[in-house]
């Protein structure tokens, strides 16, 4: 009989039923299988799965978000629709939102997690009540798509949002059809709000990321390096720096502190790509500040350390232009939207 027809002493063991094995069959059987069980790498997290894909959304996902207390994942893009998906268990769709009458461009929570704000290509925000799962506020005042939406993180309920018709606009949502205008020339892709909401930090289609005095409505001043047109800016937990992606398929830091040194561009990230798609790739911050990430056109989900500048992570599953990402709030989780239709809950190492 040739050898490879020969059962190992293992494979017959299995064969026999447990209550037939002698004690030593046993005790090498059940240590076999625990062997089995602890021979992949140890979780870091408490997802159900080390990855978990969340499926239903009908058109590309341009903007995702964890929910500031990390239970709840938002999700929404070219179907007009915004996807709350449990972060735990299986990760249900457990609501859907819907009432813009054009894609929607970029989502945020606000600070306590009861709102949602959103910018679309009909030219208008949204305001959502997050527990109640319905629209509250519609505000218009754009004449030309809303690329990005932004909100204060502390104070007062305070956002600003960038449109193509070359204009940042601060609005009150408590007072109707009230806001102010900051007109840049050229269209406005991404922005943001510092840390206090005295200033407004903007990207767009000329290269140049510009942070404005909300004092005195006027440029403070410019942080010039990008060589082409800004898709996504981020502001680091501490409100210290900003970080920003852009089409010349490099990540940057800024130092937005008051008296900084002239040279404010403080480290430079390569690796990911933007394509013909010109999508508006956006980029995230993990809550320590460790980590930076952002998608790419490449299909993968890039993470960076920010202290030796190094890719931690090329993450692989997506089958389309990889719009948005971001860090779970409270524990080593990422997540990522794309043009595939799809997003991904992963784990990744402390």
Known sequence: ??????????????????????????????????????????????LMSPIMLLEG???DIFSLEFHPDGQYLASTGFDRQIFIWNVYGECENIGVMSGHSGAIL??????DGSNLYTASTDMTLGLWDFIAGVRIKKLKGHTGFVNSVGSARRGLVQLCSGSDD???KIWDPRKRGQCYTLDNTYQVTSVTF?????????GGIDNDIKVWDLRKNSVLYKLKGHTDTITG???????????????????????????APFERCVKIFSGHQHNFEKNLLRCAWSPDGSKVSCGSADRYHYIWDTTSRRILYKLPGHNGSVNDVDFHPKEPIVCSGSSDKQVFIGEIEE
């Open 1 to 46: 009989m040739p050898t490879s027809d020969k059962r190992k002493r293992d494979d017959v063991l299995a064969l026999v039923p447990a209550s037939k094995r002698t004690k030593n069959e046993v005790a090498v059987s059940s240590n076999r299988d625990k062997a089995v069980i602890q021979s992949g790498p140890p979780r870091t997290s408490s």
């Open 57 to 59: 959304h009908g058109g």
């Open 106 to 111: 970029d989502m945020h929570f606000s600070a």
């Open 166 to 168: 070359s204009t940042i």
């Open 194 to 202: 510092n840390d206090t909401a005295e200033q407004v930090i903007s």
């Open 233 to 259: 800016l981020s502001l680091s937990p501490d409100g210290s720096y900003v970080l920003s992606n852009s089409m010349d398929n490099s990540l940057r830091i800024w130092d937005v502190r008051p008296f």
